[in-house]
């Protein structure tokens, strides 16, 4: 799972909705001027700096995250709103949230919108992709959670298959970039909600009337920003759960080398005592002297065994 970046192919433009929507796929200054001298927008401008209004438009840039086959690309829009027009501007291809905005006004007859009811229309697709994105993300961390559940259930049982290391490494990995890709789509949908909320003070100002309820809309973009934290507060719990199953992993893994170290101490400490170049050693010439050290150090490396098996820091 990345996130890569948007190409740009040759610039175009597309006429919608009688003319009240002027689509540009593709940054081109040609195209840009032709929009300035026939409706005096400044998109030029607009490409480089965030909300601001003129004497007639109010300039929108927004960013948001779509599926790019197995990846996720960022793509960056800017909509230029008037009384007069609508005009967007993708740097790259076509993008499949506006794609579904042209479509849901063609399958409703709504060629008579005025450009703030466009305008809405857009940020509406823009919202409703990036809310079908976030669930696809919520369902693999429903498979992540049966992994995990998995792991933490081969720390108990003897029979179930051992994991290691990179069982948890590489979904942490994939945690990571899916923390990443909801922290961009939680930023387009403040972006999102604060370009309805320009749109809705622009119209305070001006006495266009719209039927698009944009305080519903406002709410629309508030449930999915919601529905974003709730998947990222998951990713986050499978991290934590992820890092304590390592951690409980590799905790066992030194609680054997201890008792191992605690079972052969006592051994090494008696062959290092009578490895000694003592010149007198009454041991040596007993008869009994080699199985009565073997029984010794059969006692001594039992002994903390026992204790520690009574003290249940084997389970």
């Known amino acids: 799972m990345s996130i890569i970046e948007s190409t740009a192919p040759k610039a175009r433009v597309r006429s919608i909705s009688n003319g009240r929507w002027q689509r540009i796929v593709g940054e081109d200054a040609r195209l840009f001027r032709q929009m300035r001298e026939r409706y005096g927008a400044d998109l030029a401008g607009a490409a480089s700096a965030s909300f601001y209004t003129d004497e007639e438009f109010i300039y929108i840039p927004t960013t948001f995250v779509e599926r790019d086959g197995e990846d996720y690309q960022e793509t960056r829009i800017i909509l230029a709103v008037s009384d007069r027009v609508v005009i967007t501007v993708e740097p790259g291809q076509a993008c499949a949230p506006l794609d579904l905005a042209v479509a849901r006004m063609e399958r409703d007859g709504r060629e008579d919108d005025n450009p703030f009811e466009i305008a809405a229309s ?28 998995s792991i933490l259930r081969s720390l108990e049982t ?18 990571a970039d899916m923390e990443e890709l909801l922290s961009r789509c939680m930023e387009g949908q403040l972006a999102l909600a604060e370009a309805a909320r320009h749109i809705r003070a622009k119209l305070h100002e001006r006495p266009t009337p719209v039927r698009t309820d944009l305080g519903r809309l406002i709410d629309d973009i508030e449930a999915i920003e919601q529905h974003i934290e709730f998947v990222h507060d998951r990713v986050r719990l499978l991290q934590q759960t992820n890092n304590l199953a390592l951690n409980v992993k590799q905790n066992q893994i030194i609680k054997v080398f201890s008792v191992v170290t605690a079972v052969f101490l006592p051994v090494m400490l008696l062959s290092t005592y009578y490895s000694m170049n003592f010149e007198f050693m009454p041991i040596l010439s007993w008869q009994y002297a080699e199985p009565a050290i073997i029984l010794l150090s059969f006692v001594f490396a039992m002994l903390p065994l026992i204790y520690v098996r009574r003290r249940g820091w084997l389970r």
């Open 122 to 149: 857009i940020l509406q697709a823009i919202s409703d992709a990036t809310d079908g994105l976030v669930s696809g993300l919520n369902n693999s961390t429903e498979k992540m959670m049966v992994q995990t559940n």
């Open 158 to 175: 003897k029979k179930a298959r051992d994991f290691g290391v990179s069982d948890v490494t590489s979904t942490q990995q994939e945690l």
